[in-house]
């Protein structure tokens, strides 16, 4: 099967505090693409970044990480010194290639981040 | 340039009624994607299209779900005869091509009464 898991319902943080939002992921895919996507309370998916199986180097853009790590199949999303503005439900997707060439992303069922004040 | 556009962004049909949503992708997409949220889950797939062919509608839930891009850009989708259980968000995206990141659109709230 080809799923995404996160386990965190909602997480619940301080400004300020550091927080790790978990994805695990299965495919029987030699080659795909993970993502991560943010849905603000104005509902509007926005892409935050795309890794190739590949490459299994952490990536750093600015308060946000990532770490992905194919031996656990897992793409955790880090973000430091969280602000309420990062409040929001976050979303874990992977992209799967079907029979004609196409694709779909499937999506885990998201993480609620509440930063509060 | 401007993001994926959808309209319109709420709807209440009744229940049995025909809906359409549209979608505008960004100018120049090749790739064109329908989901659909329900309330506190994740997007689901429901069709692809590359330019104007559909080349996977493994995700409509019944023929009563219809999608087209006739000219390659603008895509509708359409639900005939709706039900309360049709009630979600339909979430549209668009991609350069191949596998490059999808770009989604604000969704139209549908809402069967």
């Known amino acids: 099967a080809q799923k995404v898991t996160q386990a965190q319902t909602e997480i619940s943080v301080v400004e300020k505090e550091d927080v790790t939002l978990d994805c695990v992921y299965e495919?029987?895919?030699?080659?795909?693409?993970l993502f991560w996507y943010k849905q603000p309370p104005s509902g509007e998916l926005v892409f935050l970044i795309r890794?190739?199986?590949?490459?299994?180097q952490n990536e750093i853009s600015g308060r946000y990480s990532w770490n992905f790590q194919k031996s656990t199949s897992s793409f955790n999303f880090t973000i430091t010194a969280s602000q309420v503005v990062d409040s929001a439900v976050y979303f874990c997707?992977?992209?799967?290639?079907?029979?004609?060439?196409?694709?779909?992303?499937?999506f885990g069922k998201g993480t609620k981040l509440t930063v509060n004040p | 340039g401007a993001g994926v556009s959808q309209s319109p962004r709420y709807k209440v049909a009744k229940r049995g009624q025909d809906v359409a949503l549209r979608c505008d992708p960004i100018?120049?997409?090749?790739?064109l994607f329908w989901y659909q949220q329900a309330l506190g889950q994740g997007p689901e797939f429901l069709t692809y299209?590359?330019?104007?062919?559909?080349?996977?509608k493994s995700g409509l839930p019944s023929d009563r779900f219809f999608a087209e891009r006739p000219e390659g850009s603008v895509s509708t989708l359409k639900i005939q005869r709706t039900q309360q259980e049709d009630s979600a968000v339909y979430l549209c995206?668009?991609?350069?091509?191949?596998?490059?990141?999808?770009?989604f659109g604000p969704g139209t709230r549908l809402t069967v009464t």
């Open positions: 995206a668009s991609s350069l091509e191949g596998r490059d990141e999808q770009y």
């Open positions: 495919t029987r895919d030699t080659t795909y693409y």
């Open positions: 890794r190739n199986s590949f490459d299994e």
């Open positions: 997707a992977l992209s799967v290639l079907t029979q004609g060439g196409s694709e779909k992303l499937v």
């Open positions: 100018s120049g997409h090749v790739s």
């Open positions: 299209f590359q330019n104007e062919a559909q080349l996977d």
